[in-house]
Every structure is written in structure tokens, then in C-alpha cells.
């Protein structure tokens, strides 16, 4: 009996976990992020996609997360976790007018 009642606790744990990550994917196309605003959930992941046939370097300055993705061609994608509640801008240091800002929330 206590062999099950450890195997379901077990089990809702990784349903929880499994359940509050998730992962959004934004495009880099035209020179632009396909969304412009993204609200997500802190532990969330979030895949950076080229679908420009030129190079893009997606990176942030913000406190909350900072991160240089390097520059990457066509088909790739980069993925970042956000593990803090706050606001991060994303921009690309190849065309200064692609801006995202990401919400994360708690
Ligand atoms: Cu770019």
C-alpha cells in the first residue's frame, strides 16, 4: 500500500512540473519578430526561430535575463528559458529595429 501511495505522489509531481512549463516559439521573419508582445509563465521556454533567409542575432540587456544567442541561419532555432518574473526586451543585434518584449509572469 505505501508502495502505491509513494508512486501516485510521484506521479502528480511530474504531471505538475510537466504541466507548468511550456514552450513558445517566435519567428524572425521580414526583419521582424512575428509578435511583437509575448506573455509567458516563469519556467517557461522560449524557442527563437529564423525563417529569414539571413542571419539573425537574437540577444537581451535586461537585468532580469540576459542572453546572446549568436548570429544563426534559416531553419534554426534557439530556445531560452525564463526563470524569473519580470519584463525582458529582446532585440537583434543585426537589425536594431526588431524589438519583442516578453512578460513573465509568476
Ligand atoms: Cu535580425
Do not use: W
Request: hydrophobic share 40%; glycine share 6%.
Amino acid at each position: 500500500m505505501k508502495v502505491l501511495q509513494i508512486f501516485i505522489v510521484g506521479y502528480l509531481l511530474v504531471a505538475a512540473v510537466g504541466i507548468s512549463a511550456k514552450e513558445h516559439t517566435v519567428d524572425q521573419k521580414d526583419k521582424q519578430f512575428t509578435v511583437k508582445d509575448i506573455v509567458i509563465k516563469v519556467g517557461d521556454i522560449v524557442n527563437f526561430r529564423n525563417d529569414d533567409p539571413f542571419f539573425h542575432n537574437v540577444y537581451s540587456l535586461s537585468p532580469l535575463k540576459i542572453f546572446d544567442l549568436g548570429s544563426y541561419p534559416k531553419g534554426q532555432s534557439k530556445a531560452v528559458t525564463f526563470d524569473k518574473p519580470g519584463e525582458v526586451e529582446v532585440n537583434c543585434a543585426i537589425h536594431p529595429n526588431m524589438k519583442l518584449k516578453i512578460k513573465v509572469e509568476k
